[in-house]
Nanobody
Framework: QVQLVESGGGLVQAGGSLRLSCAAS????????MGWFRQAPGKEREFVAV????????YYADSVKGRFTISRDNAKNMVYLQINSLKPEDTALYYC???????????????WGQGTQVTVSS
């Protein structure tokens, strides 16, 4: 399995931006679809974005479309999530995940990081 470590979270004011990073090790990610999910306190883990193994196809949750951008650098074994125009409702623990195919369901991803906290103040 691939090991994943997220970074880049923090406390930011509404309207601000962050760039989350996901560093992979153990295996190259160039054969995996990579996704970002998030979980707010008391809520279910929810899909945010996913990118195909080659980076040619992306898909976003409606709640983040136009504000978030997922990207990957297979040569560096890295995945990124650029998040702009942050809202207080974006506050959550953000997870990076690797899966065999594109999808929006958490169960379809076999490898997960520990998460990075994003907190948006109003």
């Amino acid at each position: 399995q691939v090991q994943l470590v997220e970074s880049g979270g923090g406390l930011v004011q509404a309207g601000g931006s962050l760039r989350l990073s996901c560093a992979a090790s153990g295996r190259t990610i160039n054969s995996y679809a990579m996704g970002w999910f998030r979980q707010a306190p008391g809520k279910e883990r929810e899909f945010v974005a996913v990118i195909s193994w080659g980076g040619y196809t992306t898909y976003y949750a409606d709640s983040v479309k136009g504000r978030f951008t997922i990207s990957r650098d297979n040569a560096k074994n890295m995945v990124y999530l650029q998040i702009n125009s942050l809202k207080p409702e974006d506050t959550a623990l953000y997870y990076c995940a690797a899966g065999q195919r594109m999808g929006t369901v958490a169960a379809g991803f076999g490898s997960w990081g520990q998460g990075t906290q994003v907190t948006v103040s109003s």
